[in-house]
Nanobody
Framework: QVQFVESWGGLVQAGGSLRLSCSAS????????MAWYRQAPGKQRELVAS???????NYEDSVKGRFTISRDNDQNTMYLQMNSLKPEDTAVYYC????????????WGQGTQVTVSS
């Protein structure tokens, strides 16, 4: 089973930036579409951004132009550069593979907390 470790979240003021990292063990990244997800208090987990094996990316509308997803397949590491952060970005951020049935995934890491103050 793949183990995901998210890191480098934190507390920032609105307008600030964070760069999240995701490392995976038990598998490699290169053949999979990967994604960042987040879950805010009282809300369902949502897809934030995805990146496929050719580095083609997609973003949820609310983060377009502010977030950048990238990957380093040789290091089995994925990143999420978050700029111009807003309080509504506050959530626990998770990394995982992406597929159409991601909402039924049973394997999630601990996530990393991102808190954006006003």
């Amino acid at each position: 089973q793949v183990q995901f470790v998210e890191s480098w979240g934190g507390l920032v003021q609105a307008g600030g930036s964070l760069r999240l990292s995701c490392s995976a063990s038990g598998s490699t990244f290169n053949v999979n579409t990967m994604a960042w997800y987040r879950q805010a208090p009282g809300k369902q987990r949502e897809l934030v951004a995805s990146i496929d094996s050719t580095s083609y990316t997609n973003y949820e509308d609310s983060v377009k132009g502010r977030f950048t997803i990238s990957r380093d397949n040789d290091q089995n590491t994925m990143y999420l550069q978050m700029n111009s952060l807003k309080p509504e970005d506050t959530a626990v951020y998770y990394c995982n593979r992406f597929s159409y049935n991601w909402r039924r995934y049973g394997n999630w890491g601990q996530g990393t907390q991102v808190t954006v103050s006003s």
